[in-house]
């Protein structure tokens, strides 16, 4: 089957400026950045991708594993036998006679979202594998190109289906007798920019009712809610190991459980928070964030109740106390932006403005 060679309407297009992201949300002191970009190349003369078939199997098979992750894999447990040898492990040693110590590693976020290529020089085919609970948005543009055209034409976007993966992009020279070359870059961002919220949604609170814990920091607050994705977002005071409850039914949609350690150097901590975004039905996203290691008790396509404990509070990544931050975000064309909301308790719609007191009931 010969190459089919995609329409010129890209002839001549011209990339837009880079879109910048940023963090998904940043608490009193927190931060994390939950969105990537890569850039990639292209040219004549490069060597073929390996066999699609085979390519994709390791593809899907490597996007599994590391959703699933491993309960031992930040953990490192050392022993010695009888005869002096030293061992190591990821895992309990079932087997071990003498003192068995146990260390925490540091490990990286989790990486959700795979690139793929497939096909010859003069058809390349770029495809996304997306780990999220939830759909994201790709946007992608020509960081340079010479004599190509491409479907969709650059700059575009995607939007890629929870747990699948999809074909994002298809480049072919414009005229084969001639060189051609091109560098591409892509960025995503968690939502479907076609959602909009319901005006009507409640949220309960997300930890037990009956306990009386203080808002910190309110919508605007001047500390760290200032910008767009966290201006509607808010602190609540609450000791290490208290339950966090979901304010809202939904599915979840990404998860970090292997974080410890808190400080205010943005720099170390600013991607270290423990986290959990659930998706609603309406498109909009929850963040939980700040949360005790290895607390979290759902995982990535769970769906979850309002009022069903989901992990326990901590003081995880850019912190400098317990806290739970909380927020609610919508992908806004490749940006996320906060949501105002307001806690229902007892049939009242409460604010959770600064200072202000809620629970105790």
């Known amino acids: 089957m010969g190459v089919r060679r995609l329409s ?116 390349k085919r770029y495809s996304l594998w997306n780990g999220y609970g939830g759909p994201i948005e790709v946007l992608m543009r020509f ?30 020279p414009l005229d084969l007798q001639r060189s051609w070359s091109y560098r591409w870059s892509y960025q995503y961002v968690p939502g479907d920019p076609a959602a909009r919220p319901d005006p009507n949604a409640e949220y309960v609170l997300p930890f037990n009712p009956s306990l009386p814990l203080r808002v910190d920091q309110g919508f605007g607050g001047e500390y760290s809610h200032s910008d767009a994705h966290s201006f509607h977002a808010v602190d609540i005071a609450m000791d290490e190991g208290t339950p966090v409850r979901a ?8 998860v970090e459980n292997d974080f410890y350690g808190a400080g205010t150097n943005l720099a170390k901590f600013g991607d270290r928070a423990n986290h959990i975004r659930i998706l609603h039905s309406d498109g909009t996203m929850a963040v939980y964030a700040h949360l ?3 607390s979290v008790i759902v995982g990535i396509g769970d769906r979850v109740r309002a009022g069903e404990q989901i992990a326990r509070s901590g003081n995880t990544g850019f912190s400098s106390g317990p806290h739970l931050h909380f927020v609610i975000q919508r992908n806004s064309g490749g940006t996320l932006v906060s949501v105002p909301f307001a806690f229902t308790v007892d ?15």
């Open 8 to 123: 010129e309407v890209g002839r001549g297009c011209r990339a837009a400026a880079p879109r910048r992201f940023t963090p998904s949300w940043r608490a009193p002191r927190c931060g994390a950045a939950l969105c990537c970009q890569e850039i990639n190349s292209g040219r004549a003369g490069a060597r073929p991708s390996s066999s699609p078939a085979l390519g994709l199997t390791l593809l899907l098979a490597l996007a599994l594993l590391l959703t699933a992750g491993s309960a031992w894999s930040k953990r490192i447990y050392s022993y010695q036998d009888e005869q002096g040898v030293a061992h190591f492990s990821d895992r309990p040693p079932s087997d071990a006679t003498g003192e068995v110590s146990e260390q925490l590693i540091k490990v990286d976020p989790k990486k959700l979202v795979f690139l793929r290529e497939d096909g010859p020089d003069n058809d």
């Open 143 to 172: 960081e340079d190109s010479a004599n190509v055209i491409s479907e969709p034409v650059l700059p575009g976007t995607r939007v890629i289906p929870p747990q699948q993966h999809s074909l994002i992009l298809q480049v072919q």
């Open 247 to 254: 304010a809202r039914a939904g599915v979840v949609m990404a």
């Open 347 to 361: 049939g009242q719609r409460i604010q959770p403005t600064q200072g202000k007191m809620l629970g105790g009931q």
């Open 292 to 294: 005790a290691l290895e």
